[in-house]
Nanobody, 120 residues
């Protein structure tokens, strides 16, 4: 069982940066692939970024954020972060942290979400 708590959301202007953090409970954090997802009003939840659980720390991004967002993890602190640069109004959404015990094939654990609003 993993509990996830996101933080760092807020209201920013287009072009600004924001860093989201997700704190995870449990002693097996390093064994989980971690991901960030988002859901905008009236839209379905979509994948944003993920980072693998293995030593390579392989990262994966949605095309819409590639080159602007960076996912990272600190296994010693049980945290995963999402650095968001050059934000656009279309990045406005509730951002969710998620944990996968099976290499990212299915994310079983979710945080409560943090709101990111980007004004034009």
């Amino acid at each position: 069982q993993v509990q996830l708590v996101e933080s760092g959301g807020g209201l920013v202007q287009a072009g600004d940066s924001l860093r989201l953090s997700c704190a995870a409970s449990g002693r097996t954090f390093s064994s989980y692939a971690m991901g960030w997802f988002r859901q905008a009003p009236g839209k379905e939840r979509e994948f944003v970024a993920a980072i693998s659980s293995d030593w390579s720390g392989g990262t994966y991004y949605a095309d819409s954020v590639k080159g602007r967002f960076t996912i990272s993890r600190d296994n010693a602190k049980n945290t995963v972060s999402l650095q968001m640069n050059a934000l656009k109004p279309e990045d406005t959404a509730v951002y969710y942290c998620a944990a996968s015990p099976n290499g990212g094939h299915r994310f079983d654990y979710w945080g409560q979400g943090t709101q990111v609003t980007v004004s034009s």
